[in-house]
């Protein structure tokens, strides 16, 4: 199979059928594609596409992450304070290639909210919102 190739693909492979049983040549055999879809990656055309948990303190402050790519190497992504949920970021060339040309590696971020653990938590998030002027 071809790299790059989709799902729903089909292939002919001349002669490689059933035998016919008057004694004519074999048949042709149709192969078609089904591409297992990978827990991590979806595909989006050429383009990968991940998404990766961010907690608040890397979102508020910025962070750097190594993402797993698709040959199973990782990809520092640097992370900007301030980075919403949702954000995405393009790597690019870390795709799919086909035909010569490559895609890239869309990586979205999701902003993970924490549930205050117990009463000195909250107090510390509610004097921060407070503070910053946001309302709860």
């Known amino acids: 199979m071809p790299p790059g190739t989709e799902a729903g693909t089909k292939i002919r492979l001349k002669g490689q059928g059933h035998p016919a049983r008057d004694g004519r040549p074999a048949g042709d055999l149709v192969v078609t594609f089904q591409v297992q879809q ?38 520092v992504l640097k992370i900007p304070p301030g980075t919403q949920s949702g954000r995405t970021f393009r790597v690019k060339g870390l795709g799919l290639e086909q035909g010569g040309r490559k895609g890239d590696q869309l990586i979205t971020v999701d902003v993970q909210i924490p549930e205050p653990k117990d009463e000195e938590s909250a107090a510390l998030l509610k004097a921060y919102a407070e503070k910053a002027g946001l309302k709860y």
């Open 38 to 75: 990978d827990r991590f990656f979806t595909r989006d055309g050429l383009d990968l596409r991940c998404e990766v948990p961010l907690n608040l303190a890397q979102a508020v402050f910025g962070t750097t992450l190594k993402v797993r790519t698709l040959d199973g190497k990782k990809v």
